[in-house]
């Protein structure tokens, strides 16, 4: 039997969805709900279910860097989107991430019964497809470029705090071990390397200003002991700080 997760800061439509769809004609059940994007994604992570109908405008979030992270993660899991917004550019995204029906509020209940056919002959097909590796389809590599991006621009404007791998993938819905591997698939270098580049980068740029002295440049891009900015500075560019500035005279 296929395990449903609804998602929605509606819980009308929640309990509505769990209580008219008859779930066991189509060979699922409802294995559990939130009511918002966090709560959801920690759900799906404990129940590895097969289908997900899910909304996508969640106050504070964003539910479709959430079914990103998701898809990303978990390649077969079959997402419907029910939402009252209604914008074409967004639907474009969500089905270019893989996403199977989108379903704008209020939907019909017919228009509920043939997005869930739809993802249940799917999984059909794909339990009765023979066992082998298979390569990462189109969508899956559109949500892993959508994570990279969505965690590239999260720490390019908050490289200045204390940030680990485990904050950014959790602003992006995703595993720091599934982040990790995005990054180095993507870009071809680890969470660390790439936040250095970002920091030192920065620092870079910072060291045009001679009345700025280096400590303070170091505590401004995000490092908290400047013998640590000092050795990232000087591998990375060969030189040191003081010596980068002086070469801009």
Known sequence: MY??????????????????????????????VAGNADEGSALIRELRPHILFTDIRMPGKDGLAMVAGLR??????QVAILTGYRDFAYAQEAIRLGVTRFLLKPSKMDEIKEALQAMVEHLDKKREAPAGEEAEDEPAQCAGSFIVNQALDYMEKNYQQKLGLQTVADCCYVSQWHLSKLLNRYQGKSFYDILNAIRIGKAKLMLADPSLKIWEISEAVGYTDTAHFARTFKKLEGMSANEYRNSLR
């Open 3 to 32: 395990r449903v997760v609804l998602i929605d800061d509606e819980r009308r439509i929640v309990e509505g969805l769990r209580k008219v769809v008859r779930w066991a004609d189509y060979n699922c059940s409802v294995a559990g």
């Open 72 to 77: 990303s993660e978990f390649p077969d899991l």
